[in-house]
């Protein structure tokens, strides 16, 4: 089965846009295309999208091809060998030591289309995939048989397996379970000539292994060649193999060839897994597969020290555990300054220098309580521990785990230039020997004058140590090779390996022949050669000819001779360090293309295309303000066109991006630069002006309505402003919220108000909509509320700052600012019906304008139920019976301030039952959903929150946003704003309109 339906393809938005960007290598790649159904993209833009993962490396490939099937597969690697072009397999991208950057190399995503679960055997306990899946839904897919794939990196949520089976990737629970090669029985690889096999279990000299090596093909030959390799090494595999539970630096020959049951098989999938794809091409894997524990239960125990942490670690294998996890203060330090991971930190001592994590599964363990209270009593009461948290609930575990897992992602949030960089930063020691090698890291550290975080997989001896760096200098530069040969040495000391999980990529290989010795560094060269006689299989990763070399130092994304320009922008930057600063904050981790949970990116969820994630918006940033393509690129229409549009500016990034990168804060700033250099398009002003054409609306209303309805409106619109014609313009009201307060009047006096408030009319409530306004209005005095809806503001400026006509929204904001603080001054608070004014003034306002009025005014602004929810005026409200049930879908705007959960609770003190959707952007946010390019990729976006709404038992859904009840009620009735709600369930007569 697919994992995912159709979404619309960037390769037909880019052709409706108009723009044919020229190939590099346009003789291979028009050969590719006549040649494969999946996309080939060999333009400059794709090129810098894949120049870069989650490491520290940089360089561009020639291109990248989409195959869609093991045939495209083929003919991609034939056609690449033709040309003498070498081939780099790719899944997410995450990868943490350059795997996935290749210079020059045909890059084969299998990310798009080669994502499906082909089949499952509950049974059998196996499950058939392309190598494109993401873990994650490969796992949720199998919870309806208890099963898992058993190794868990923290990247689960974007990592693909394919991507998996080439670093022989593992996670926190090889404690128990071990790592990727332990789980692949079975695979189809195609090779460097573009032959297909398929590896599996084979009886040495039985039957099947006389058929296989009696033909005279490539497959024999392989057979041969690995067997007398391991026949041939067997001492030396054996004097040079670490013996740890986590150790995939080389290739797998110690596991290719093996014994079971007293009979010898050969299993060439062992060897092509860690191979990072240096040997062939996966294209399909048979998995074994694992029961899912029903319950597990964790205890956090806290040190004053990281050394008496590490000295903890072996006596904490001797208990019953599924893991045992380190996180040191630099991870806790930077969670709590994070406005994502701030909650998650909060439980933790301020004075804990590190925390043994440990867990417990129902399948090793009887009694959760019975187990943590002995591990207390070894730990705390008679050990170095100093406290423990302990976490039985679902919920609790989860906020542990989600702390954990975001250790990298955070760590590369560092202000400044220097940041702890992966390079050495997952060696594996043996677990009893790893308190004496933090011991000798930290001095090294020390000769280099330098500090690390320490984190990650303690109890198999796997520490994420990353030190601190500055790879913007040459010195910075040579401290980290020296740091590198100094840890390498002091891991052979400690009888480790160079990498336990990450793989060796373009940061580890140059140290394998140190690892291994000149003996087996020989047999892998002969096994590349055997493989790969053209070496054009992800070339100088794993292992490279002697002429050739290998080097830590090259192909850095940063180096001595990076620099970036520091435009001159509206928005304050300085919180962020700066433009480029904020720009320059993408780690590549690749956190924007997980779709599972969050808000962060629809765009992605809803094209599935690098270019449509923040990481890839964020790589085409930093490209231009470096050189690396022109500066002038930021302002033509292709830039703006092909990578700022597809930001729907939900600011889903500035909350779920680890590192905060804001890519609607920066898409506005670069967009207002294109204005200026460029000018705006027509549809640019008619949107940014929206509150002007509403307000003459109005006014003519309801002519203009019956003008919008005429036959032959929609195509007009089109014509003139590229509106989609499947979108409905909004209609006006006669009355405005405005006119309808000025002629009712407060009712509730002033002297006996509880509080006294400025409901703000935002543009669509006030002229299209006021219904929700007059709900609020209505609710706030019941409550005791003195209420007064001003007719002196200027717009919010919102839809202004979203079309990058940033002047205009400055000049709002100090206007609104200047109105409003005299009352805020007087305790008044400043409420609004939509969501994403509120956060104009909470957020944006603080970006466009300086001083404490800002501040003051930002600081008393809330949305209304947010308003009513924090000064819980709702508690002395008499509601009458209500027994519909809600399914409410929070705004992203809101959740990225972490402000959008108040509705769920005055709904349910109102007497509902409300469902919260753990919903993202809906797909409209204001414009965008308009845009007649946009328009498929609006819905797409916006089915995802269908069939949340649908799969929700709730009555009624109810959504905040106008935007979001437009995208809403093109899927059926417009929905109601929560305040609305809250008003129907007021008693009857309390008050009227």
Known sequence: MAIRDDHPDFETYRAALGHEPPDAHPSLADELRAAVNGEVRFDRYTRVLYATDGSIYQAQPAGVVFPTDVED???????????????????AGSSLAGQTVGPGCVVLDFSRHMDSILDVDPDGRRAVVEPGVVQDDLDDHLAQWDLKFAPDPASSNRATVGGGIGNNSTGAHSVRYGITDAYTAELDVVLADGSLIHTRDVELDGEEWDEIVGKDDREAELYRTVRELVADNEDEIEA???????????????????????????????????????L????????????????????????????????????????????????DDEVFRLARNSSEFAAYAEPIPERAAAALMLEFDGEICDDFEDAIAETNAHFVHAGEAFDVLEAYTEDEQADLWKLRKAAIPLLMSM??????????????????????????????????DTSAAYFAHAGSGTLHIRPILNLKDAEGIETMHSIADDVTSLVLDHHGSFSGEHGDGLARTEFNPKMYGPQLWAAFQDLKTAFDPGWRLNPGTVVFRDEDGADMREHL??????????????????????????????????????????????????????????????????????????????????????????????KGCARDCPTGVDLAKLKAEVKHAHHEERGPSRRDRFFANVDTISALGSALAPVSNWATRLPGSDVIADKLLGIAPERDL???????????????????????????????????????????????????????????????????????????????????????????????SEGWSVVFVEPSDAVMVQDEYRD???????????????????????????????????????????????????????????????????????????????????????YDLSQAIGRILFEQVEESDAETVVAPGASCRTQ?????????????KVAEALPRGNASY
């Open 73 to 91: 597969v083929r003919a991609a690697v034939r056609i690449a060998a033709d040309h003498d072009m070498p081939v780099l397999p790719r899944g």
């Open 240 to 278: 040079r193999y670490p013996t740890l539970k986590r150790s995939v630096s080389g290739y797998n020959l110690h596991k290719v060839v093996f014994e079971r049951d007293g009979t010898r098989y050969i299993n060439l999938s062992k060897l092509f897994v860690g191979a990072e794809g240096t």
């Open 280 to 327: 062939g091409v996966v294209v399909r894997a048979t998995l074994d597969l694992v029961s899912r524990p029903d319950e597990t239960a964790l205890a956090l125990y806290c040190f004053d020290d990281l050394v008496s942490a590490m000295e903890a670690v072996p006596e904490a294998l001797e208990y019953d555990v599924s893991a045992v996890e380190l996180m």
């Open 415 to 448: 202000e400044g230039d220097p940041k702890p960089y992966p390079f050495i930063e997952d060696a594996s020691v043996p677990p009893e020997e790893l308190a004496e090698y933090v011991r000798e890291f930290m001095d090294v550290l020390e000769k280099h």
């Open 557 to 650: 994304r940063y180096g001595p001779e990076y620099s970036s320009l520091e435009p001159t922008t509206v928005q304050d930057f300085s919180d962020e360090g700066g433009f480029s600063h904020l720009v320059e904050l993408c780690n590549g981790c690749g956190t924007c293309r997980q779709t599972g949970s969050e808000t962060m990116c629809p765009s992605y969820r809803g094209m599935k295309d690098e270019m449509a994630t923040t990481r890839g918006r964020a790589n085409m940033l930093r490209a231009a303000i470096s050189g690396e393509i022109p500066t002038e690129e930021l302002y033509t229409d292709r830039f703006q066109e092909e990578v700022l549009d597809l930001c729907l500016g939900c």
């Open 730 to 824: 909004p209609t006006f009201s006669r009355e405005s919220l405005e006119e309808w307060f000025e002629a009712r009047g407060p009712r509730v006096p002033k002297d006996i108000a509880t509080e006294h408030v400025v409901l703000v009319p935002d543009t669509f409530t006030n002229y299209s909509y006021p219904a929700p306004g007059k709900a609020a209005v209505r609710v706030l005095e019941a409550a005791g509320v003195h209420v007064q809806v001003p007719s002196n503001l200027a717009p919010s400026g919102r839809a202004a700052y979203s079309e990058g006509f940033l002047d205009t929204a400055k000049e709002n904001a100090e206007k609104n600012v200047s109105a409003l603080e005299p009352a805020v």
């Open 848 to 934: 466009l304008v300086s001083g404490s009025a800002v501040e003051k005014v930002a600081a008393n602004t809330f949305g209304v139920c947010e308003f009513i929810d924090r000064e819980r005026l709702d508690d002395d409200i008499e509601f009458r019976e209500v027994t519909e049930s809600l399914a409410y879908h929070g705004h992203c705007n809101q959740k990225a301030l972490g402000r959008d959960h108040h509705a769920v609770g005055v709904l349910r003190r109102a007497g509902y039952a409300v469902d919260p959707l753990e919903s993202g952007c809906c797909g409209m946010a204001g414009s965008f959903g308009y845009r007649e390019e946009q």
């Open 968 to 980: 809403l009620e093109g899927n059926d009735s417009r929905p109601p704003h929560p305040i609305e």
